[in-house]
């Protein structure tokens, strides 16, 4: 068995879609109906879902894997770019030429995100694409120094119920951290992973009730650990902060107070900055407030282009000592 001490690498299994950003002003409403005029200035295109969470891994100079499904088409192109630009191993990637790969259109005005259009479909996982995953991930595993698996389900249909609960027997196999992102209602396919990270409406999911009927936080994270056997919750709740279950401690942590302008993504850099803390030999504790910090930098930028500031790469640094 490999030293996993000396383990550098993460996969980031799960869905993937190209988010295409338009920016511009408005300054009247149109006399058609009761809606702004936006004056386009620019538009970006950047990585979402999976793709995000393993950009922004690539940005704090891990190497990462991505695992997921495209169609063949103009974003499915897009998308492969930005993986070379940002040095993302694409190998493991399938292509599907039946798929249309999910893109969601924002638009902003002066800063204030007002509409968004999504293009997408929903994959259906064959068993032979499940067992032919399976064997490529396993031989990856063998091969390659992987000591986290990612496993970002955004309900887009890669997270088969079957692939997810195998893939995490062989990450356990091979001494694999798993960290979700459950962003789904089958959460019994995360079973037995390592961390778990709802927001307030996945852990109202997750627990059968309402966002508003939510029991106290401390409640929240204990249930779904006892309830899914996860021994980490991280359950992260916007301005209020996050609060962490790990070794039987209850941890909160404040959200950083500061202006936002964009809360696409925050959730994907929590779950990235986890698994770099990890990979610089933090605990579960320490790496959690580094994700906290790496949260609040993206969600002050409107760009999801810009790297990371040299700050919060010593954060990750300091974190260390």
Same mark, same amino acid.
């Given at each position: 068995?490999?030293?996993?001490?000396?383990?550098?690498k993460?996969?980031v299994?799960?869905?993937?879609?190209?988010?295409?950003?338009?920016?511009?002003?408005?300054?009247?409403?149109?006399?058609?109906g009761?809606?702004? =005029?936006? =004056?386009?200035?620019?538009?970006?295109?950047?990585?979402?879902? &999976?793709?995000f969470?393993?950009?922004?891994?690539?940005?704090?100079d891990?190497?990462?894997?991505l695992? %997921?499904?495209?169609?063949?088409?103009? %974003?499915?192109?897009?998308?492969?770019?930005?993986?070379?630009?940002?040095?993302?191993?694409?190998?493991?990637i399938?292509?599907?030429?039946?798929?249309?790969?999910?893109?969601k259109?924002?638009?902003?005005?002066?800063?204030?995100?007002?509409a968004?259009?999504d293009?997408?479909?929903?994959?259906?996982?064959?068993?032979?694409?499940?067992?032919?995953?399976?064997?490529s991930?396993?031989s990856?595993?063998?091969?390659?120094?992987?000591?986290?698996?990612?496993?970002?389900?955004?309900?887009?249909?890669f997270?088969?119920?079957?692939?997810?609960?195998e893939?995490?027997?062989?990450?356990?196999?091979?001494?694999? /951290?798993?960290?979700?992102?459950?962003?789904?209602?089958? =959460?019994?396919?995360?079973?037995?992973?390592? +961390?778990?990270?709802?927001?307030?409406?996945?852990?109202?999911k /997750?627990?059968?009730?309402?966002?508003? &009927?939510?029991?106290?936080?401390?409640?929240? =994270?204990?249930?779904?650990?006892?309830?899914?056997?996860?021994? !980490?919750?991280?359950?992260t709740?916007?301005?209020?902060?996050?609060?962490?279950?790990?070794?039987?401690?209850?941890? !909160?942590?404040?959200?950083i107070?500061?202006?936002v302008? !964009?809360?696409?993504?925050?959730?994907?850099?929590?779950?990235?900055?986890? &698994?770099?803390?990890i990979?610089?030999?933090?605990s579960?504790?320490? &790496? %959690?407030?580094?994700? !906290?910090?790496l949260?609040?930098?993206?969600? %002050?930028?409107?760009?999801?282009?810009?790297?990371l500031?040299?700050?919060?790469?010593?954060? +990750?640094?300091?974190?260390?000592?």
């Open positions: 068995m490999k030293n996993q001490n000396i383990r550098t993460a996969l299994v799960g869905d993937v879609m190209l988010d295409h950003s338009i920016f511009g002003s408005a300054t009247r409403l149109t006399p058609e009761p809606v702004p =005029v936006i =004056v386009k200035n620019r538009v970006e295109d950047s990585l979402g879902g &999976a793709g969470v393993s950009k922004v891994l690539s940005d704090l891990i190497e990462v894997t695992a %997921s499904v495209l169609g063949v088409d103009d %974003s499915s192109a897009t998308i492969l770019d930005y993986c070379k630009l940002y040095g993302i191993d694409s190998s493991q399938l292509m599907d030429q039946s798929l249309v790969t999910s893109k259109t924002r638009i902003y005005a002066s800063g204030h995100l007002v968004r259009l293009n997408e479909d929903r994959y259906e996982m064959t068993s032979s694409v499940k067992d032919q995953l399976l064997n991930l396993t990856l595993f063998k091969h390659q120094d992987f000591k986290v698996c990612i496993i970002s389900d955004y309900n887009k249909g997270c088969n119920e079957y692939f997810i609960v893939l995490i027997k062989i990450c356990k196999t091979n001494n694999i /951290i798993t960290l979700v992102d459950p962003k789904t209602e089958d =959460v019994e396919k995360f079973r037995g992973c390592d +961390l778990i990270k709802p927001n307030d409406n996945e852990a109202a /997750i627990l059968g009730v309402t966002r508003d &009927a939510l029991p106290d936080p401390k409640i929240v =994270v204990e249930t779904i650990s006892r309830t899914l056997d996860i021994p !980490n919750v991280l359950y709740r916007g301005s209020q902060g996050m609060v962490l279950f790990t070794q039987n401690e209850i941890v !909160n942590i404040d959200a107070k500061q202006e302008f !964009n809360v696409v993504g925050a959730g994907d850099s929590v779950l990235a900055g986890l &698994a770099a803390g990979l610089n030999g933090l579960i504790k320490k &790496a %959690s407030y580094f994700a !906290n910090d949260a609040g930098e993206m969600v %002050s930028r409107l760009s999801r282009k810009v790297s500031s040299d700050f919060i790469k010593s954060r +990750l640094i300091a974190n260390k000592l």
